[in-house]
């Protein structure tokens, strides 16, 4: 049974920076394709960014790229997505999800086979 856990989520101010975390059990950590996707209320679930299974590609969604960084730590099973200068539009439930198998794009949800329960994040103005 592999699990994520989210952490690091809270309340920041506007031009402020926050680093959420992701930590996956089990042994087979680094042949997932990790990434952070973001919910906000009355709204779908958005593709934010993603990273390979070695930590040697990244993919960001436009509205973030710039500001959030996405990483991972394969030694400690964790993934990162730093975020800087936020904004209030990036309030939302963020998650962490992992891939298994290997696609040619990673910004659809139903590409994820595992979720994590969400951490929230709100950006006050």
């Known amino acids: 049974q592999v699990q994520l856990v989210e952490s690091g989520g809270g309340l920041v101010q506007a031009g402020g920076s926050l680093r959420v975390a992701c930590a996956v059990s089990g042994r087979t950590f680094s042949s997932y394709a990790m990434a952070w996707f973001r919910q906000a209320p009355g709204k779908e679930r958005e593709f934010v960014a993603v990273?390979?299974?070695?930590?040697?590609?990244?993919s960001y969604a436009d509205s973030v790229k710039g500001r959030f960084t996405i990483s991972r730590d394969n030694a400690k099973n964790t993934v990162y997505l730093q975020m800087n200068n936020l904004k209030p539009e990036d309030t939302a439930v963020y998650y962490c999800?992992?891939?298994?198998?290997?696609?040619?794009?990673?910004?659809?949800?139903?590409?994820?086979?595992?979720w994590g329960q969400g951490t929230q994040v709100t950006v006050s103005s």
């Open positions: 999800a992992a891939a298994t198998k290997l696609y040619s794009n990673y910004d659809l949800p139903r590409r994820y086979d595992y």
């Open positions: 990273i390979s299974r070695s930590g040697g590609d990244t």
